[in-house]
């Protein structure tokens, strides 16, 4: 099965600074990758997307890059505020049969004010 | 309606009661998901339904009930539960089983005593 890692697991920046977060995967199957962000106690909210068929998306401050060749894709968010602090999961998922969303292990972003 | 709504919000059972959590959507999804989140891990898949019928069970164990009345609604139904099945259940929807972006619940907060 899809095997997903993720790196670092905690990381500490400025604000105003940015911040970057890396993903692996195993399949070369996956297709779709989405980057969830979850607050203390809340729940999971997709922030951002990328599909195989594309290399990079930006949405304000948030982009996504992904390289298929080297199964890599980041997270990258510029000016970062303090509210950005919170854990996000990247993932993986592969579509047919059924559609099985793998997720990575999960950063602790903290934004110092 | 565009979110996805869970009872209760916190719940405190003991290892012989039986209870049920509920998950709820009006946004047309027809795929609906529950995922299982210990603290500081990512979410684990337990189940999927797909057109109201299930799809996908990963492994749970039958101390754990899935039920999916209509297209809108999923339960969870537990009993004689144990200490460590304590954690965040999620729920989830996407459109389709097969369409990508699955949208969460804010979870219900099992302890079992």
């Known amino acids: 099965g899809e095997n997903v890692e993720q790196h670092p697991s905690t990381l500490s920046v400025q604000e105003g600074d940015s911040a970057v977060i890396k993903c692996t995967y195993s399949d070369s199957a996956s297709n779709y990758f989405p980057w969830y962000k979850q607050e203390l106690g809340k729940r999971p909210q997709l922030i951002i997307d990328?599909?195989?068929?594309?290399g990079e998306k930006k949405d304000q401050r948030i982009a996504v890059t992904l390289n298929k060749t080297a199964k890599h894709f980041s997270l990258h968010i510029t000016e970062t505020q303090p509210e950005d602090s919170a854990v996000y999961f990247c993932a993986a998922s592969t579509r047919g049969g059924y559609q099985k969303v793998t997720f990575g292990t999960g950063t602790k972003l903290q934004v110092i004010p | 309606d565009t979110e996805v709504t869970q009872t209760p919000k916190h719940l405190v059972m003991g290892m012989t009661n039986k209870k049920s959590l509920k998950c709820e959507q009006h946004m047309g999804h027809r795929a609906m998901y529950w995922y299982k989140q210990k603290a500081k891990k990512p979410p684990e898949l337990m189940f999927v339904?797909?057109?109201?019928?299930?799809?996908i069970n990963e492994s749970v164990p039958s101390r754990f009930s899935p039920e999916c009345p209509n297209s809108s609604l999923l339960n969870l139904h537990l009993h004689a539960l144990q200490p460590e099945d304590s954690a965040l259940y999620l729920c989830?929807?996407?459109?389709?089983?097969?369409?990508?972006?699955?949208?969460f619940g804010p979870g219900t907060r099992l302890t079992v005593l």
């Open positions: 990328i599909r195989s068929n594309v």
């Open positions: 989830a929807s996407s459109p389709d089983w097969d369409t990508d972006t699955q949208y």
């Open positions: 339904y797909s057109y109201e019928k299930l799809s």
